[in-house]
């Protein structure tokens, strides 16, 4: 039997129970499978990349239909992804000296998950207008979003640093395997000299580029805590 077709075009007219009768191999074999002809409708290129219109109602507005504000949370993941590759394998002896790696700082702040009706400040007590009371909530909001956004991107930051930690780790260890396994090898055989050369002055750049990733990840806990404290002032006022 040969299927010039895809099989689900000939469900129509296969026999569906034991009582339908026909040569099926002769039909799904020497006929072109029955099609449904039908109009589609198709809109116009112009319309279908056409920009999307601007939002129209803000958040001011929109927080009008709603209730009151109870939590504002805010989450964070890695823009990348590591490698599977081992940093250290099963049974590999491990070395200690007196070189170590540059710290990494805590990270002390992840996800942030803030609470509005916990407490309500009287700031007409305070001699605070209605006026006032409303531009310091509306531009309280307005500065909330943005060191939410700061803080995302620290947190974000330091995501990607510790998985460039952790991989340039990996390099290094990869890099010192080969190292001594071709060390082995030029003892007995001078031609791997230049390889085992190029081998070791790699080390060096690698163990350069681990100060700046240890840098980098540092500066971003450092950030997200300044953030994360200027947030917790000024979420006092956004109710």
């Known amino acids: 039997m040969i299927v010039r077709f895809p099989t689900a075009l000939y469900e129509s007219i296969l026999p569906q129970v034991p009582e339908y009768g026909g040569n099926v191999t002769y039909t799904i074999s020497m006929e072109d499978p029955p099609r449904i002809f ?28 709603l209730g009151e504000r109870i939590f504002t949370i805010s989450r964070t993941g890695k823009s990348v992804a590591g490698s599977g590759k081992k940093q250290f394998e099963v049974g ?14 805590p990270m002390l702040v992840g996800g942030l998950e803030l609470r509005h009706d916990t407490n309500l400040l009287d700031l007409g007590g ?9 531009s310091v909530g509306s531009s309280a909001m307005t500065r909330l979003k943005e060191l939410q956004a700061e803080l995302s991107s620290y947190t974000q930051q ?27 090898l030029a003892a007995v055989d001078p031609s791997f000299d230049e390889m085992l050369a ?3 002055a790699k080390l ?13 990840a540092n500066q971003a806990a ?4 300044t953030t994360r404290d200027k947030i917790l002032d000024l979420i006092q006022v956004v109710r």
Do not use: C, M, W
């Open 38 to 65: 039908q109009t589609t409708i198709r809109l116009p290129p112009a319309i279908e990349r056409r920009k999307k219109s601007d939002k129209i109602i803000d958040d001011n507005t929109r927080r009008i239909h």
């Open 92 to 105: 590999q002896i491990l070395a200690f000296g007196l070189d170590t790696d540059p710290e990494v700082d």
């Open 126 to 134: 305070l001699g605070l207008t209605d006026e006032d009371i409303a």
């Open 158 to 184: 330091r995501s990607d640093a510790e998985i460039a930690i952790n991989e340039n780790k990996k390099t290094q260890n990869e890099t010192q395997k080969v190292a001594n396994a071709i060390a082995q």
């Open 198 to 200: 190029e081998l070791n």
């Open 204 to 216: 060096p750049v690698l163990e350069d580029e681990l100060g700046q990733y240890v840098e980098i």
């Open 222 to 225: 450092s950030n997200a805590d």
